[in-house]
């Protein structure tokens, strides 16, 4: 089984940044893709950044030039820093991985538990 612990949420004043971070445990053989999803309330959860195993980045256009996804592949570590935050950046935040475990040789997908930010205008 794997689990996946996001940390870094809060409230935050318009303008400012966050850093969350999501960490990773289990017998995890690869990891194909980390990825950062949103759900503001009534509406779907959307894709924010994501990387591949390959190293390759893609960021939805409202993250672009304000957010930078990371990660840490020793520690199995994802990070997103979120800067120039916007009241509409508020959301529930979730972390996203798909890997591949020494249990079941299959790569499935696992979510984080979420975390509220907030951006105060």
């Known amino acids: 089984q794997v689990h996946l612990v996001e940390s870094g949420g809060g409230l935050v004043q318009s303008g400012g940044s966050l850093r969350l971070s999501c960490a990773a445990s289990?017998?995890?053989?690869?990891?194909?893709?980390m990825g950062w999803y949103r759900q503001a309330p009534g509406k779907q959860r959307e894709l924010v950044a994501g990387?591949?195993?390959?190293?390759?980045?893609n960021y939805k256009d409202f993250a672009k030039g304000r957010f930078t996804i990371s990660r840490d592949t020793a520690k199995k570590v994802l990070y997103l820093q979120m800067n120039s935050l916007k009241p509409e950046d508020t959301a529930v935040y979730y972390c996203?991985?798909?890997?591949?475990?020494?249990?079941?040789?299959?790569?499935?997908?696992?979510w984080g538990q979420g975390t509220q930010v907030t951006v105060s205008s």
């Open positions: 996203n991985f798909d890997v591949v475990t020494i249990a079941s040789g299959d790569e499935n997908d696992y």
């Open positions: 289990g017998s995890i053989v690869s990891i194909t893709f």
């Open positions: 990387i591949r195993g390959d190293g390759t980045v």
